[in-house]
Every structure is written in C-alpha cells, then in structure tokens.
C-alpha cells in the first residue's frame, strides 16, 4: 500500500500519504471440490475430479498426464526420427521453397538446404536450414493455462508442488502473487502454469457483453450453437452465476433444487446477487432440466469455457 501511496505521488498527484485511519481485512476460506480441464483434450488426458482434496488429486492427475505424453513423445520418436520413415515428401514443393520453414529466413547460396519433417507425425514440414534443423528440438514442457492463476489458484497450487525434489522454478510478481510457476512433472517433462487471464484485456462479464451485442450470436458462438437450440445458446453466452460461498461439501452437490437467492451471497465481496441474475439463474436450471447442483456447476464450468474460448 506503502508502495502504491510513492508511486501515486511520484506520478504527481499533488496528493501525499500520510496514515492509514482504517483497515478492514476480509479473510475467506476456499476448499476447492472440483478440478477438471477447460480445454478439450485427448480422451486419455482429460481430467475430471470431483471429491475431497481436489488439488492434491489433480496434480497427481497432472503428473499421470506427463508420463503418457513422454511415452507418446519417445514411441513417435522412434518411430519417426529418422528421415527414411519421413511421411508425404513433396519433391515439387522442396526444390520451389526458398524460405526455410523453421526461421523463415531465406536460403542463401552457401546454406546447406535439407529436409524437415516433425518426428511426432512423421510429417515433412518444407525445407530447412541444416542448423535450424538440428537445432530444432521437441519442447520439453508443457504449458498449462490456468484462468486468473496469479490472482487465485497460485496460491493452492505453490504449497503442494513440493511432491519431489525437484526445484519450482517460479516468477514472482510480488510476494503474494506469481505470474507464472514450472517444475519438472514427469522423467524430463515440466509443466509451465500460465495465467490465460493476463492475456485477457476485459473481464469474462464484458466480454461476453460485447459478444452478445453482436446481432447474431448463432454467427459468433458458431460451435456452441451446433450443439443448443436458440433459446438454450441465449442463456449460456451470457456470464453464469454460482454459489461459491454454498457450496462448501460435497454433500451439496447432491440437493436436487436450485438454492435460495441468499445462498448466492459472495461473503468476499460482501454483496447480493441480484434479482436479474438470480432469475438467470432460475432459467437455466429450468432450461437445461438440471436434476442437482452437481448438473448445474457443471454446465456452470461449460459456460466460462465457451466465454473464454472467444477470447
Ligand atoms: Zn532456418
């Protein structure tokens, strides 16, 4: 705050700081019950969990995850590495490229020219540069792209990473909060927690404001919109509410009817939802025939997904 207050004079507020006559500290508890991936993944890789001790239990999920992609990577390897098993060479489109498909730098006459195909698929990519191309290496992380990480799901995540011996490499905006984390998850591979959110200039609310002042929103949410009639694909491009502060066991998963107004209270924030959003609410409960919470937050997880995809 200190720091904010020299900042904001420095800048030349013609203000300056002198105490502080008030300070409220809002603490909240979070028990995640919930992880699953966002992203569509390959049916082997998808995560899904639901229970007791969810971060500790999508982590080893995670570090399951990492060994399958390393036995993929080093099966493909062997299979492919080497240029006789090279897939769809395209003689024609070698001796016409003038650019090398790696730097996209053009050849000049003394470079070596050479053949570049992917040693996952087996795939002739175009010519190469014989440097680039030796030098041109399977990345050896993985990136998982976690929305508004820094801002909240860091803070699960830091104290649990400690599983091995392995060093957390982390980028430290300030002490409390972390753009970005990696460690080592499988024999070699990392992952790298990236933060979707910093790449976001609006909030998921204004954004989905702006999509759906568009005048068709079948034209803008063209995938969603092959899977829910017009009515439906109305209600789910719009921002979802949830009971955060509710839903605090598992049991609650279970309640068979959308809970009170009052069950939406946000005890961070300190505020009500309000009757417009409530009835949203309501209309998607409805809708979508939800039989208990555990439909509703999952549809509630769909929607933010769809949101974020337009980003
Ligand atoms: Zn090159």
């Known amino acids: 705050m200190i720091e904010e207050a020299d900042e904001m004079e420095t800048r030349g507020s013609g203000w300056s700081f002198q105490e502080v006559t008030y300070l ?49 990577i080093k099966e493909k390897e062997e299979k492919y590495k080497d240029i006789k098993n090279m897939i769809d060479f ?135 919109a092959k899977h829910f009639p017009e009515d439906q694909l109305d209600l789910i491009t719009r921002k979802g509410v949830y009971p955060y502060d509710y839903m605090d066991c598992e049991e609650k998963y279970e309640e068979t009817e959308l809970p009170s107004k009052e069950a939406f209270y946000n005890r961070l924030n300190e505020c009500d939802i309000s009757d417009e959003d409530y009835k949203h609410a309501q209309n998607v409960w409805k809708s979508f025939n939800i039989k208990n919470l555990r439909e509703y937050s999952e549809l509630y997880v769909k929607f933010s997904k769809n949101l974020e995809m337009f980003v």
Request: charged content about 30%; overall charge positive.
């Open 90 to 224: 395209d003689k024609k489109h070698y001796n016409q490229t003038n650019k090398c498909v790696i730097c996209e730098q053009k050849f000049l006459p003394d470079d070596k020219k050479v053949k570049d195909h992917c040693h996952l698929t087996g795939k002739y990519r175009g010519p190469a540069h014989e440097a680039c191309n030796l030098n041109y290496e399977i990345p050896k992380f993985i990136p998982v792209i976690i929305h508004n990480l820094s801002g909240y799901d860091a803070r699960l995540f830091i104290k649990k990473l400690d599983f091995d011996e392995s060093r957390l490499d982390v980028i430290p905006n300030n002490e409390e909060r972390y753009i970005s984390f990696s460690k080592k998850f499988g024999n070699y591979l990392k992952l790298r927690f990236i933060d979707s959110f910093k790449f976001m200039s609006f909030s998921i609310d204004k954004l989905s404001k702006n999509l759906r002042s568009a005048k068709n929103l079948k034209s803008v949410f063209k995938e969603t």
């Open 24 to 72: 409220e500290l809002k603490i909240n508890k979070y028990d995640p019950l919930y992880a699953s991936s966002y992203i569509d993944l390959p049916e082997e890789l998808k995560i899904y969990y639901h229970g007791d001790d969810a971060v500790n239990q999508f982590i080893s999920m995670l570090q399951e995850d990492t060994k399958k992609i390393e036995a993929f």
